[in-house]
């Protein structure tokens, strides 16, 4: 994720863009949901974080930044509470981005459909939560796409990964599948294996080290389970 920033900046417009979507789909919807819960309305809101993105592209930001320092996601979260902040008041084009390359905002902002926040909790706490479901999902997305070649055997797995009430039995799956149960216990056995490694690259790409990697694992499970 570090690396993605200081690729934003970069005069290459294809690669910066790149760079670019990929901060956005993985936070804007974080960022968009602390935004509301500190009182918001669902306009200003996607307008605050078009604007934060914005922001991330100015040689002011780019020029004050300092990789690696701490957890990315708190580091974005410091730098989007500097940002409101510091705003004084813009007319709507320059909020959603002036003379940027623009995000595909109608992407990001059907993320609003997502459920929001529960009640009573903090701003900080949504876009904690925000967070751990992102990293889930993009880490399933992920893996269906590497089975993309077992696609019903990835479908009926999926459910028991995600923790569905509604996910059969490997008895049943193999039935209808045409498998033996031995073979499709195995092949949850690899689905877990590999949903694991997918999740935690997807945690490495945001802390300093790998020694923080567990610490970070361990917290997103229990924002996942509460």
């Known amino acids: 994720m ?3 920033i200081l690729a934003v900046g970069d005069t290459d417009a ?11 789909k993985a936070y804007w919807q974080p960022l968009y949901l602390f935004l509301r819960q500190r009182g918001a309305d669902p306009d200003t809101a996607a307008d605050q974080v078009q604007g934060f993105f914005t922001y991330l ?3 002011e930001f780019l020029r004050e930044l300092r990789p690696g320092d701490g957890r990315f996601r708190n580091f974005l979260l410091v730098a989007l509470r500097r940002w409101v902040r510091d705003q004084k008041e813009r007319d709507h084009a320059a909020k959603r981005g002036g003379g940027m390359t623009q995000l595909p ?3 990001l902002e059907a993320m609003r459909a997502e459920p929001l926040a529960r009640d009573g909790d903090t701003p900080d706490i949504a876009f904690e939560r925000a967070w751990a479901r992102g990293v889930f999902s993009r880490a399933l997305n992920g893996i269906a796409v590497a089975w993309s070649g077992r696609a019903d055997l990835f479908a009926a797995l999926r459910l028991s990964l995600e923790g569905s009430a509604d996910a059969e039995n490997y008895r049943a799956i193999a039935e209808r599948l045409g498998m033996t149960e031995g073979a499709v216990g195995k092949a949850a056995h690899d689905l877990r294996q590999q949903f694991a490694a997918r999740v935690r690259q997807e945690i490495r790409a945001t802390v300093p080290d790998e020694t923080e990697v567990d610490d970070e694992l361990r917290h997103l499970i229990r924002l996942l389970r509460q």
């Open 105 to 107: 905002l109608e992407e």
């Open 14 to 24: 294809p690669a910066s863009l790149h760079a670019l979507e990929r901060l956005a």
């Open 57 to 59: 592209l100015s040689r």
């Open 2 to 4: 570090w690396s993605a």
